[in-house]
C-alpha cells in the first residue's frame, strides 16, 4: 500500500480546475457533475477544510483558498505556534507545537488515520471532506455531501453501484461484482460472450443476495430491489474479492489479498489479533482502537460496525507505512514503531523510541519498549531459545509479535491474549484470528474458529502466514509455486510473509 505527501508545489492545480471535466490530484470533480466525495452538488456549493478549492469550487464560510486548498481565514504561517493541524495555513501543526510546511494528504488520497489528512478526515483509508455522509445518512439539501465511494440518492447517500451482478456481461472481472468473469465452459474470459460468475464461499458488495449469511459482510441489504449485498466503500474487508494478489495497493483495508485455496479468486484477509481501522467489527475489543462505532446504515435500516479512528495517532496493531509519516502512537513517536511484523505487513508497535521492540532480541528487560505494555519483559520467544521482547501467556495483546508463544487470540471472553489457556497452538474448533494461531488447518474467517476443512484452507499442511520457515518450500501460497508467500530469511526470525 502506498501514499505520497502533497508538496506545496503539488497542489498548485489551478491549470487543471480550469478544464471544465477534469480530475485534480486530489480526487476531487471541478466539473459541477459531483461532490468531490462523489455525493452530487453544483458548482456554486461550498467546499470543506482541506478541500482542493478555486473558481468553481468556492471554499465555504469562515475559510479561505490558498494554494488551491481551503484553509482557515486568518490560519497561522508556516513557523507560527499551533494546537492544532486547522490553525495552519500549511494545515500541519508539528509535534513541537509550531506550523510546518504543507505534508498533510488531500482528500481521495490514501490515509491511516485523520492527522494525515488536510480535510482531519480519514474514512475507509481515504481522506474525505470533515464530516462527510456515510451510506444511509441524509444528504444534498437536507444533509451533508456523501462520502467517496457513494452518491446522493432520494435524499440519502446510497452505493454506487457499477459493477454487474451474477450473469451480467462482462469483458474483464472489473467489470463484475464478483471480480470474476467466464466465459460459457466456466474458464476466465479470454474474449468472446462472457458473463459474470460466481466468487467463492461468500458474496461480495454489489451482488445480489437473499439472506445475510450468504455476504463476505453479512449484510444482505433489502433496501434495494432483490437484495444486495451492502456497499461499505474505500477499502475491502476481510472476504472481499480483491487485486493485486500479495501486499495490496489500498484494495484491501488489511493490505494483504491472498488466494489460499487456489481458486484463482484472491480475497481479503484479516492480519490477525486486532483488527485494524474499517474492518468490520461486532465489539470494541476486536478493534486495536478499542473502538467498534457504526459508520452509516444500510438502505434497510441497519447499523454498519467498522474498528474506527480513536484519536490522531495509530495505536498498537494498526497498518502503517515505512518512509512516510506513520504516525504510531504515542503522539510525536513519528515513524519509530512502524515495523514489518511476522506476516510481511507493516503494523504499529508502539514504543517512544531509542528501545527495542516486541518480537526483537533483547539481553534485558530494561531495554524493551514498556508503551503500550508495560509488562513486556526480555524473555525466551517462540523457538524457545532466543530472548525477545515479549508477553507471557495469558496477557493482553494487539497481535502475535508482541507474544512470546506467537500467538495472540481470543480467550473465553473474548479478549484478545496470548496462548489463552497456556496452549501453544489453538486446536481445531478454538477461537482464533489468524490462520498461523492454528495447530493445524486455517483460521475460518467467517466462524473465526481454526478448521480442518481442505475447502477452506485450500488443503496446504504447510506454514500459513506468520509461520516460521526454513524455505519458501516451508510455506503455503509460496513463491516456488507461482505464489506471493516468501520464507523471509533476511529476518533475525524467518517467517512465511505476503511479498
Known amino acids: 500500500m502506498t501514499r505520497g505527501l502533497t508538496s506545496l508545489a503539488s497542489v498548485l492545480v489551478v491549470g487543471c480546475l480550469a478544464l471544465a471535466g477534469c480530475k485534480c490530484n486530489s480526487g476531487k470533480r471541478t466539473d459541477g457533475g459531483g461532490s468531490p466525495d462523489g455525493g452530487g452538488m453544483d458548482a456554486a456549493a461550498c467546499v470543506s477544510m482541506g478541500d482542493t478549492c478555486g473558481a468553481a469550487a468556492p471554499c465555504c464560510a469562515g475559510l479561505q483558498c490558498m494554494t488551491s486548498l481551503c484553509v482557515a481565514t486568518g490560519c497561522a504561517a508556516e513557523g507560527a505556534a499551533c494546537m492544532q493541524n486547522g490553525d495552519c495555513c500549511t494545515l500541519n501543526c508539528d509535534a513541537a507545537g509550531s506550523c510546518g510546511p504543507l505534508v498533510c494528504l488531500a482528500a481521495g488520497e490514501a490515509c491511516t488515520g485523520d492527522g494525515e489528512c488536510c480535510t482531519g478526515s480519514c474514512m475507509g483509508n481515504l481522506c474525505v471532506s470533515a464530516g462527510c455522509a456515510a451510506q444511509g445518512e441524509a444528504c444534498g439539501a437536507g444533509g451533508g455531501l456523501c462520502c467517496l465511494g457513494l452518491i446522493c440518492s432520494g435524499g440519502a447517500c446510497a452505493p454506487d453501484v457499477n459493477c454487474g451482478s451474477?450473469?451480467?456481461t462482462c469483458t474483464t472481472g472489473a467489470d463484475c461484482c464478483s471480480a470474476t468473469c467466464i466465459d460459457s465452459a466456466g474458464a476466465?474470459?479470454?474474449?468472446?460472450?462472457?458473463?459474470?460468475?460466481?466468487?467463492?464461499?461468500?458474496?461480495?458488495?454489489?451482488?445480489?443476495?437473499?439472506s445475510d449469511g450468504?455476504?463476505?459482510n453479512s449484510l444482505c441489504d433489502t433496501g434495494l430491489a432483490g437484495g444486495t449485498c451492502a456497499e461499505l466503500g474505500s477499502c475491502g474487508t476481510a472476504g472481499e474479492?480483491?487485486?493485486?494478489?500479495?501486499?495490496?495497493?489500498?484494495?484491501?483495508?488489511?493490505?494483504?489479498?491472498?488466494?489460499?485455496?487456489?481458486?484463482?479468486?484472491?480475497?481479503?484477509?484479516?492480519l490477525g489479533g486486532c483488527r485494524i481501522q474499517d474492518e468490520l467489527c461486532e465489539t470494541s475489543a476486536q478493534c486495536c482502537s478499542g473502538v467498534c462505532a457504526e459508520q452509516g446504515m444500510t438502505l434497510d435500516g441497519r447499523p454498519i460496525m467498522r474498528c474506527a479512528n480513536n484519536g490522531s495517532c495509530q495505536p498498537a496493531g494498526e497498518v502503517c507505512f515505512q518512509g512516510a509519516s506513520a504516525n504510531c502512537c504515542p503522539n510525536g513517536g513519528g515513524d519509530f514503531g512502524c515495523e514489518t511484523t511476522s506476516t510481511g505487513i507493516d503494523r504499529c508497535f508502539g514504543?517512544?523510541?531509542g528501545c527495542t521492540l516486541a518480537g526483537s532480541a533483547c539481553t534485558s528487560t530494561a531495554e524493551c519498549c514498556m508503551d503500550p505494555y508495560p509488562t513486556i519483559e526480555c524473555q525466551p520467544g517462540p523457538d524457545g531459545m532466543t530472548n525477545v521482547c515479549c508477553l507471557d501467556n495469558g496477557m493482553g495483546c494487539a497481535f502475535g509479535d508482541f507474544c512470546c508463544c506467537g500467538i495472540c487470540a481470543p480467550d473465553s471472553t473474548g479478549a484478545l491474549v496470548c496462548c489463552p489457556g497456556g496452549v501453544m497452538c489453538v486446536a481445531p474448533g478454538g477461537a482464533c484470528t489468524?490462520?498461523?494461531?492454528?495447530?493445524?488447518?486455517?483460521?475460518?474467517?467467517?466462524?473465526?474458529?481454526?478448521?480442518?476443512?481442505?475447502?477452506?484452507?485450500?488443503?496446504?499442511?504447510?506454514?500459513?502466514?506468520?509461520?516460521?520457515?526454513?524455505?519458501?518450500?516451508?510455506c503455503c501460497n509460496n513463491v516456488d509455486m507461482g505464489g506471493p508467500v516468501i520464507c523471509d530469511t533476511g529476518r533475525e526470525f524467518p517467517h512465511c510473509v505476503l511479498m
Open 166 to 168: 451474477l450473469g451480467a
Open 188 to 210: 476466465p474470459c479470454a474474449g468472446g460472450a462472457c458473463t459474470c460468475g460466481t466468487s467463492g464461499s461468500c458474496l461480495p458488495s454489489g451482488e445480489l443476495c437473499s
Open 214 to 216: 450468504e455476504c463476505c
Open 241 to 270: 474479492p480483491c487485486s493485486p494478489e500479495g501486499v495490496s495497493g489500498g484494495s484491501c483495508c488489511s493490505a494483504a489479498c491472498l488466494d489460499p485455496t487456489g481458486s484463482g479468486d484472491p480475497r481479503c484477509q484479516y
Open 351 to 353: 514504543g517512544e523510541g
Open 434 to 474: 489468524a490462520d498461523a494461531d492454528c495447530c493445524t488447518g486455517c483460521c475460518d474467517d467467517v466462524t473465526g474458529t481454526c478448521t480442518d476443512d481442505a475447502g477452506i484452507c485450500g488443503g496446504c499442511t504447510l506454514g500459513q502466514l506468520g509461520d516460521v520457515c526454513t524455505s519458501n518450500a516451508d
